[in-house]
Structure formats: structure tokens, C-alpha cells
């Protein structure tokens, strides 16, 4: 089971998170979606989130719900063919997924955490997000200014 997130991690970890997913996805595939689109559907991801992990669902259902939630969305605001845009948000959120792994193993296991410490104490999902976020930010980064394209679904819009 996950465990429920206060409001200010929905805040300072779960958009940011979905703003970067979105984006490094899109960017990837060359699909183009402007930063206001990208941060509105990161807030009502990150809404629809926030009540989501109030239910007990098991490990990994939170992130299969969130990618259809996001596909769904990006879908009725931008109308680019839904197909392309599970593409982009599911690759985005399982780079997400994989910095996330290896970087907050990496931590947990340098400061000596304990996996139950980030559900007892909030605020360690912010801490532990932090380099996460700055890794996928110079992703993105990189991914925007050197053109990095894995498929350029741009041309089948």
C-alpha cells in the first residue's frame, strides 16, 4: 500500500514531478505542448494524486491510474492524438520512475533510512526529491537543447 501525502508534498514534490514527467516525455517524442498545458495538467495530476493515495490500492496501481489520468487529460485540453500522448507521459513517468530508484536508493542507503522513515516523515520525500528533481530537470534540459529525439511523433499529428 502507498502511503497517503500531505497537501505541501502534493505541492513542492508531486507537481514539479509531473511537470518534469510530462515534459521530458513530450520532449522525447518531439510532441509539443506548451509549459502553461504541461503545469495545468501537473496540478490536476498532482490533485488527483493526492486522493488517489488516500485509498488502499496496491504498489504501482497509483502510477498505472496517474499515467491513464494524464494521457486522459493532456488528451481533452491539447486534442493530439491520445495515442502519441500515452506514449510520451508513460516514457516520462518511468524515466521519472527510474532516476527516482536509483537515486533515492543511493540515498536512503548513504544516510542509513529506512524505507518506513519517508511514510513516517513527510518532509523526507521533499529532501529526497530535491536531487531527483535537479537530475530531470538537466535532463530536460539536455533533451530541449540538444534536440534529443527518440520517435518524432510531430510528424504524424
Known amino acids: 500500500m502507498v502511503h497517503s501525502i500531505p497537501w505541501y508534498i502534493v505541492l513542492f514534490v508531486s507537481i514539479p514531478e509531473s511537470f518534469l514527467s510530462v515534459s521530458i516525455g513530450c520532449n522525447l517524442f518531439n510532441v509539443k505542448m506548451d509549459n502553461k498545458t504541461i503545469l495545468a495538467l501537473a496540478i490536476l495530476n498532482a490533485i488527483f494524486l493526492y486522493f488517489l493515495r488516500q485509498l488502499a490500492l496496491i504498489f504501482g496501481v497509483h502510477t498505472l491510474l496517474s499515467i491513464i489520468f494524464l494521457t486522459i487529460a493532456s488528451w481533452s485540453i491539447t486534442k493530439i492524438k491520445i495515442s502519441y500522448l500515452f506514449i510520451c507521459i508513460a516514457a516520462g513517468i518511468l524515466i521519472a520512475g527510474i532516476v527516482q530508484s536509483i537515486i533515492i536508493s ?39 537543447k540538444h534536440n534529443y529525439v527518440l520517435y518524432d511523433l510531430q510528424f504524424k499529428c
Do not use: E, R
Not at 529506512?114 to 533533451?143: E, H, Y
Open 106 to 144: 543511493i540515498m536512503i542507503q548513504t544516510v542509513g533510512l529506512d524505507v518506513s522513515d519517508i511514510a513516517d516523515v513527510p518532509w523526507l520525500n521533499f529532501v529526497l526529491f530535491i536531487p531527483v528533481a535537479l537530475i530531470m530537470a538537466i535532463l530536460n534540459f539536455l533533451i530541449k
